[in-house]
Nanobody
Framework: QVQLVESGGGLVQAGGSLRLSCAAS????????VGWFRQAPGKEREFVAA???????DYADSAKGRFTISRDIAGNILYLQMNSLKSEDTAVYYC?????????????????WGQGTQVTVSE
């Protein structure tokens, strides 16, 4: 059974950094695409970043240059390093996974989700 558990959220001042973690179980990263999404109050959930294999990554424009997605394959942990945080980054951040098809990285179609972790960026 696929399980995803996020941690690392919190309150940070604008310009600060946070690292989110997602402990994954029930599958291996070799066969799954994994990613981060977020949902701000009153808005729809949106794609942030995804990774397949060891180094193929994709980022939303809002995350490029500030966020870095990575994986600890041995520990089955997904990370999102967030730097230069802005107030508009405030949201609940979700870890997600989907079975990898044809080694294609996707921004949608994820069918396993964590419970989310709150990130609040204050001015």
């Amino acid at each position: 059974q696929v399980q995803l558990v996020e941690s690392g959220g919190g309150l940070v001042q604008a310009g600060g950094s946070l690292r989110l973690s997602c402990a994954a179980s029930g599958f291996t990263f070799d066969n799954f695409a994994v990613g981060w999404f977020r949902q701000a109050p009153g808005k729809e959930r949106e794609f942030v970043a995804a990774i397949i294999r060891s180094s193929d990554t994709d980022y939303a424009d809002s995350a490029k240059g500030r966020f870095t997605i990575s994986r600890d394959i041995a520990g089955n942990i997904l990370y999102l390093q967030m730097n230069s945080l802005k107030s508009e980054d405030t949201a609940v951040y979700y870890c997600a996974a989907k079975f990898l098809v044809r080694n294609l990285i996707r921004r949608s179609g994820y069918d396993h989700w964590g419970q989310g972790t709150q990130v609040t960026v204050s001015e």
